[in-house]
């Protein structure tokens, strides 16, 4: 029995008061837990606001609009629906089409004045 395990009684009080030199487990908790909260605050803050971006990106997206306007039509909102469609314009874009279709299946057959008639007897 060559190992043992020396106890000194005689100055307990001694060994309490003096600092512990690993700079106490006890007091390396509350920090990293401190470190860790703001960390996870910080990761909630920047998912919060990514979604929010996100979000705001999509309102501005065609499909947005697309799913507004299906959705007005499901619901027979058509004061709704007519909000978000632009007569007009899907007119314009449509007889330039059709006037480009057009030129290209007659060809020479039709010139200019026939063109202008075309396009003068689309509404305005």
């Known amino acids: 029995m060559g190992n043992r395990i020396v106890v000194n009684l005689d100055a307990p009080q001694q060994n309490a008061r003096r ?3 690993s700079g106490g487990t ?17 990761l909630v803050v920047v998912v919060v606001v990514a979604g929010f971006v996100s979000w705001r990106y999509y309102q501005s997206t ?8 299906i959705d007005a039509a499901q619901r027979n909102d058509v004061a709704e629906f007519e ?4 007569d007009e314009a899907i ?8 006037s480009q279709k ?9 010139n200019s004045s026939i063109r202008q008639q075309i396009d003068g007897a689309m509404p305005a």
């Open 19 to 21: 600092p512990r030199a």
């Open 26 to 42: 006890r007091r390396r908790w509350p920090r990293v837990l401190a470190i860790l909260g703001v960390v996870v605050l910080v």
């Open 83 to 86: 909000k978000r469609i632009d």
């Open 102 to 110: 057009a030129a290209g299946r007659y060809g020479l057959a039709l």
């Open 62 to 69: 065609p499909t947005y609009t697309l799913a507004l306007m």
């Open 91 to 98: 007119a314009k874009n449509m007889v330039a089409g059709i």
